[in-house]
């Protein structure tokens, strides 16, 4: 009997599983074949969105599933920015070389810091993170060789608007794919194993040092291609900026808003986070204030964010109709 | 890590320990042990509460790195070796008190296992070697749920059934027998003796006499994180020494007076019970102190109680039997208010409580000891016991509080130290205590004896028995049937959410029925 209830279990995932590989890339066909129909405003929020998802993307990666609760996204994002404008300046790199390398730049900075950060747990590795973040702030405001406080310039005009975001869109199309590996394949179940209980994890053989460098180098690798696009988008940067602690609670309140750990979450709260902003643009005092109350409402009514409190909703809907 | 390996030769035993030592800070958790499985042996480790046991197995797994001496597996030195390592060389532990990946389906936590070791594995086959182990631990109907779901024994089912996913050649498993009834622990037993089979050797740290007894060749025996006896399981058992600081009365209950008939108590200490003992209203007579009317109760879609009627008056002493499953634990978290009943009525003194809050239930005098002592870890021993008695007086609160150290002495001199770096027996005395601390009418003991050495059981059920003589109001919630017979003035049996059977002691100790309830209780 539970052979037949196994299968008409798995006969009725196939094709959502199926409408879910086709759903994705669709979407992000509609997304490319609407650039040139866009205005200039909607470009630039869409730019914004679109960042911000693949920023918020990352972290999730990194805290909603590898358990590593981050704040040194902007240590990341602000290497890339760098990183994108010294290859375009000092060697000519054209941006298609330029942007991944960035993003390797990143990584590498992951690489080496592993080691120390990996000793903390926990909260522990949270602060130590927004140590290094600070840590990389304050080191390019003070230190001459990059342009000290006031920055760089980058030397060739950046590409236009429309091309700036078919990059974001792309960059959001590979950071899905990574996501749809990361978080589906049998790679997922070590990560949430570590996640869930390090030690145990470390008893049935998973070496959790490796599992957790994997996610941080690629966690870090898409932040940094992302500070990249920034700068890109800027054409010049400066350490206040792309160093700024903004970056990281931009993602944070995306992320919490939308839902930690759950697919849809950095859409909906990027999409919310941004929308918001837009519709009080006018009145930045209130739009901070906003921001917090509605984190802390978030926070502690809906732990899961607005997707899983949707996700709620429909399995009551589901439970009523059966 | 040499990766020469030596010849393996027939001598060479699966595991061999020398003189490990650890040390925490200034205090030795293990001295000197050394060990040898040898390949097909079944070796057990037992010793009271305390004894370095679980140090042991974890310095044997790799979680733990000792201070001194060297552990060689399959005749390599792992000694500095990380724990995945030792595990990827086929160390399979579990945790005595188990450690899931809670937010993963039980399949995942194999899974886990599985493709740390076999990355590249075909999906198909990982899922077939992990239904298999699920279905040869009673665990196949289960596969989907997350491990969140599953109560605390299915959860040590499911360490036993993780470790058995990476296919060990050693396993070390550490109680995996704790809190079940008869029955369930010759299944156990037949698992044990299954695995045999595929796996080169076992090290079992158990306190259920039958496992040892039934599975392990020989036995170790520690105290005090030294070796006290080794030898084989008949010899070690039978030795005089072993059954004065481990076995108490376990041996040969049958002959020993049941606890409640003891009558020497000193007069202080019965003082001191009588002082945290409330006793009842004189309206208690015309009302029960505690009634319950067919109460329903569950978890979401799961009924686990299915019409429950139960009164305890004032002075008696109440014992809850039932296998695993049967909602004993869900009928004491009913009437702590830790849950609300679906249906039914509980009563307090006459008065409707069902919708209460557990602080208002807590407030007129019933106490909970709960399952799993629930010891708060950040606070100290004596804190721990001030929590239950906030808004009391100062001198009040002191004196309870040397009333409580009258009875638990061990208390009294850890008072300042974490509650949780206790060993079992004394932390189980804490939640006692700590149940006392309120002045309570009613305490509801949920299974005290789980996992402790059967030399603290008795001192426990001696405490209970004395309790009991200063006239507080008990229901006791209990695994070991025996004990909970000899200390109670009446008897309900649970079965699938119901009470099945109910009468005094001393007629349920005869009834076939009991018997019947508890297959498989043979002595």
Request: net charge positive; hydrophobic share 50%.
């Amino acid at each position: 009997m539970s052979v037949t209830l196994k299968q008409t279990a798995l006969q009725s995932a196939a094709p959502q599983w199926q409408a879910r590989w086709l759903a994705l890339p669709l979407a992000f066909a509609v997304l490319a074949g609407l650039a040139p129909m866009l205005s200039d405003y909607a470009l630039e929020i869409g730019f914004r969105i679109l960042l911000l998802v693949t920023l918020a993307e990352a972290w999730n990666l990194l805290a909603g599933y590898g358990g590593l609760v981050s704040l040194g996204t902007a240590a990341f994002f602000g290497i890339g920015a760098y990183a994108l404008t010294g290859l375009v300046n000092k060697l000519g790199a054209p941006l298609a070389v330029a942007l991944p390398l960035a993003g390797v730049c990143s990584a590498l900075l992951a690489l080496a810091v592993s080691r120390a950060v990996f000793r903390l747990r926990g909260l522990y590795f949270t602060v130590g993170t927004l140590a290094l973040a600070e840590a990389t702030r304050l080191f390019m405001i003070n230190y001459n060789g990059f342009g000290g406080a006031t920055g760089l310039f980058l030397s060739q005009d950046p590409p236009g608007l429309r091309a700036l975001y078919l990059i974001a869109l792309g960059l959001l199309a590979f950071t899905t794919a990574v996501m749809t590996v990361a978080t589906r394949s049998r790679f997922s179940i070590l990560l949430r194993a570590v996640r869930d209980d390090e030690d145990a994890a470390a008893q049935i053989g998973v070496r959790p040092f490796r599992i957790k460098l994997i996610v941080f180098v690629l966690a870090s690798f898409l932040m940094g291609v992302a500070g990249a696009l920034q700068g890109l988008k800027l054409g010049a940067i400066e350490p206040y900026g792309m160093f700024g602690i903004q970056w990281t609670v931009n993602v944070l309140s995306i992320v919490i808003i939308g839902g930690q750990g759950l697919r849809a979450g950095p859409l909906v709260g990027a999409i919310f986070v941004v929308g918001l902003s837009e519709l009080l643009a006018d009145y930045p005092a209130v739009h901070l204030a906003l921001t917090g109350v509605i984190l802390i409402i978030v926070i502690r009514f809906a732990p899961q964010g607005l997707v899983g409190l949707v996700q709620a909703w429909l399995a009551v809907k589901a439970q009523e109709a059966s | 890590m040499s990766d020469m390996r030596l010849p393996i030769v027939e001598a060479t035993p699966l595991l061999r320990a020398n003189g490990l030592v650890k040390r925490f800070g200034g205090v030795v958790a293990t001295d000197k042990v050394s060990l040898t499985v040898a390949r097909g042996e079944v070796l057990g480790i037992i010793g009271p509460n305390g004894a370095g046991k679980s140090t042991l197995i974890g310095l044997l797994g790799g979680a733990l790195t000792p201070s001194e001496g060297t552990v060689e597996f399959d005749g390599v030195d792992v000694s500095g070796w990380q724990a995945a390592e030792r595990a990827r060389r086929g160390i399979g532990r579990t945790y005595q008190i188990p450690r899931p990946f809670l937010d993963m389906t039980v399949r995942e936590n194999l899974l886990a296992a599985r493709f740390s070791l076999h990355p590249f594995d075909p999906r198909a086959r990982a899922h077939e070697a992990c239904d298999r182990i699920l279905e040869r631990t009673g665990l196949a109907d289960a596969a989907h749920l997350s491990a969140r779901a599953l109560p605390l024994l299915r959860r040590k089912r499911l360490e036993v059934a993780r470790a058995l996913a990476l296919n060990p050649k050693l396993l070390l498993l550490d109680e995996v027998g704790a809190g079940l009834v008869d029955a369930e622990v010759s299944e156990l037993i037949e698992l044990i003796q299954s695995l045999r089979r595929d796996v080169e050797g076992i090290v079992i740290i158990e306190h259920v006499l039958r496992v040892v007894r039934e599975c392990c060749e020989r036995l170790v025996v520690l105290n005090f994180g030294r070796t006290l006896a080794q030898g084989l399981t008949a010899d070690v058992l039978a030795s005089d020494e072993v059954a004065a600081v481990y076995l108490g009365t376990a041996q040969d209950r049958s002959k020993s007076p049941p606890a409640a008939d003891k009558s020497t108590v000193a007069a202080p200490v019965a003082n001191a019970l009588s002082a945290l003992v409330t006793q009842s209203p004189t309206r208690a007579d015309t009302h029960p102190l505690l009634e319950l009317r067919d109460i329903h109760a569950g978890y979401g879609q799961a009924r686990v109680l299915n019409g429950v009627d139960l009164t305890v008056r004032a002075g008696q002493v109440i014992a809850i039997l039932g296998t695993n499953g049967a909602g004993k634990t869900t009928l004491a978290k009913v009437i702590s208010g830790a849950i609300r009943p679906t249906a039914g009525q509980m009563r307090v003194d006459g008065a409707d409580v069902t919708r209460s809050p557990a602080h208002e239930i807590a407030r007129l005098g019933l106490s909970q000891c709960m399952e799993g002592r629930r010891i708060f870890a950040t606070l100290s021993v004596e804190e721990n016991l001030l929590l239950a008695a906030r808004g009391i007086a100062a001198p009040e609160r002191a004196q309870r509080l040397d009333h409580v150290y009258a009875l638990f002495h061990d208390l009294k001199e850890r008072r300042s130290i974490s509650g949780t770096s206790m060993s079992g027996g004394q932390q189980q005395m804490l939640a006692i205590g700590r149940a006392l601390m309120s002045r309570p009418r009613l305490v509801l003991f949920d299974e005290i004896s789980l996992g402790l050495a059967p030399v603290v059981m008795d001192r426990l059920y001696d405490a209970l028995a004395e309790l009991r003589r200063a006239g507080l109001t008990m229901l006791i919630v209990e695994q070991d049937v025996e004990r909970a017979l000899a200390l109670a003035d009446e008897v309900h049996v649970m079965e699938h959410g119901r009470i099945a059977l109910s009468g005094t002691a001393r007629a349920i100790r005869d009834d076939p029925r009991l018997r019947h309830l508890y297959i498989g209780t043979a002595d």
